[in-house]
C-alpha cells in the first residue's frame, strides 16, 4: 500500500482509507465479527487511515474500532473523528443543526477519547456547518485542544470555499472531507480547487456512491427502513435504472483492462490527484480485499477518457441526499 500526504498540514497516510461507518449503521446488518477482522485485515495490508463519526450507530462504531486497536498498535492507525449529530435512543437523526460549538467540541471529544480507548485523535472535525455558530468558534475551540495533546490535526466536512478559507484562517487544516465519486462531481468546480490553493488534502468518502458503483447491486434488493439507501434519491425508482445503466458502462470499461467496477471507480478517484484519498467503505474482508486491489491499479489516459465517457459529469439521476438534508450542506452552497 502506497502513501500519500494530507496537504500540506497533515499527516502520511496510506492512499487508500478505511471508512467504518457501514459497521454499525445506516447499511444493514453487520456483523461484529467480521467487521472487527475486516479492521484488523485493512491495519495488516498497509491502510493507517480509518475514518469513524461519535454518531455513528450512537457511540458503537468508536467502540468498536477500540477493540480492534486492543490487538494492533495505536501509532500505526491515524483515526479521523467526525462530532456534531444529534440521534435519539431509536437511532434517528434529530433534525436540528450539528452541536459544533466550542462546549460541544471539548464534551463531545472527552466521550470519543474514552469510547476508542486513545488518549489523542488524529485529525477531529466538525460533520457539518451550523449557521449559528460562526466556523472561527469552532476551529478555535479545536485549536486549543489541539495545543493540549488532545488532538494532532484539525480537520473540516462538507463545507464549501467561503467556509474552508474562514476555517484555515484560523489554524492549519489538514484536510476536507466530502463525498466524491464518479457519480458525485460537485466538489471539482470550486472546492477542490480552494483546497489546492490553500494546501490542503481531501478525503472522499462515498467513492462507490453507497454501492451503485461497486458492479455487485442487485436492481431487485429490498431495502430495509433502516438502509439508509431506502430513501436516497438515487436508489428511487426510475432514478436506479438509470444509474445502473451507467454502473454497467463502466463495468465494460473495467472488463476491458482486467479489473473489476469497483475498483475502477476507486482507482478514478485517486487519480484526480495525489492530494485526494479515497475512503472505502468495506464492512467485509472480501470486498476489502477487492477494493484495495485498485491501489495497484494504473488508470493510463484512454482508459480514463473512457470512463468519463461511461459515466460522464452530471450523469447521476438524483441526488446524494434527500432534498431536507441537501438544504443544510454548506458544501452545495459554492
Do not use: C
Not at 469497483?262 to 467503505?281: F, Y
Amino acid at each position: 500500500m502506497g502513501t500519500r500526504r494530507l496537504g500540506a498540514h497533515g499527516p502520511q497516510v496510506s492512499a487508500i482509507g478505511l471508512g467504518a461507518l457501514g459497521m454499525s449503521d445506516l447499511y444493514g446488518p453487520a456483523d461484529e465479527r467480521e467487521s472487527i477482522a475486516t479492521l484488523h485485515a485493512a491495519i495488516d495490508a498497509g491502510v493507517t487511515l480509518i475514518d469513524t463519526g461519535d454518531f455513528y450507530g450512537s457511540g458503537h462504531n468508536e467502540m468498536l474500532i477500540g477493540r480492534a486497536l486492543k490487538e494492533r498498535r495505536r501509532e500505526d492507525v491515524v483515526i479521523s473523528v467526525k462530532f456534531g449529530s444529534w440521534r435519539t435512543p431509536d437511532g434517528a437523526f434529530q433534525p436540528v443543526p450539528s452541536d459544533v460549538s466550542p462546549a460541544a467540541v471539548k464534551d463531545r471529544l472527552a466521550y470519543s477519547l474514552r469510547r476508542l480507548g486513545t488518549d489523542y485523535i488524529d485529525i477531529y472535525r466538525p460533520t457539518r456547518l451550523n449557521p449559528q455558530v460562526p466556523i472561527e468558534d469552532t476551529v478555535g475551540a479545536m485549536l486549543e485542544m489541539r495545543d493540549a495533546g488532545y488532538i494532532r490535526r484539525l480537520g473540516l466536512s462538507e463545507v464549501g470555499p467561503d467556509t474552508i478559507r474562514r476555517a484555515a484562517a484560523v489554524a492549519p487544516i489538514s484536510d476536507l472531507q466530502i463525498e466524491y465519486s464518479l457519480l458525485s462531481r460537485g466538489p471539482e468546480k470550486a472546492i477542490i480547487p480552494t483546497l489546492r490553493e490553500l494546501g490542503i488534502g481531501m478525503t472522499a468518502y462515498g467513492v462507490l456512491s453507497r454501492g451503485l458503483l461497486s458492479g455487485h447491486w442487485d436492481p431487485d434488493r429490498k431495502l430495509t427502513g433502516g438502509d439508509f439507501r431506502a430513501q436516497s434519491p438515487r436508489f428511487q425508482d426510475g432514478n436506479l435504472e438509470a444509474n445502473l445503466r451507467l454502473v454497467g458502462a463502466l463495468t465494460r470499461v473495467a472488463e476491458r483492462i482486467g479489473a473489476t467496477t469497483s475498483q475502477v471507480a476507486i482507482a478514478w478517484v485517486a487519480a484526480q490527484g495525489e492530494d485526494i484519498v479515497p475512503l472505502v467503505g468495506a464492512r467485509r474482508r472480501d470486498r476489502l480485499a477487492e477494493s484495495l486491489a485498485a491501489a495497484a491499479l494504473d488508470l493510463d489516459e484512454e482508459t480514463l477518457a473512457e470512463i468519463e465517457a461511461a459515466v460522464p459529469a452530471d450523469a447521476a439521476a438524483g441526488e446524494r441526499y434527500a432534498a431536507s438534508q441537501m438544504a443544510i450542506l454548506d458544501s452545495e452552497k459554492s
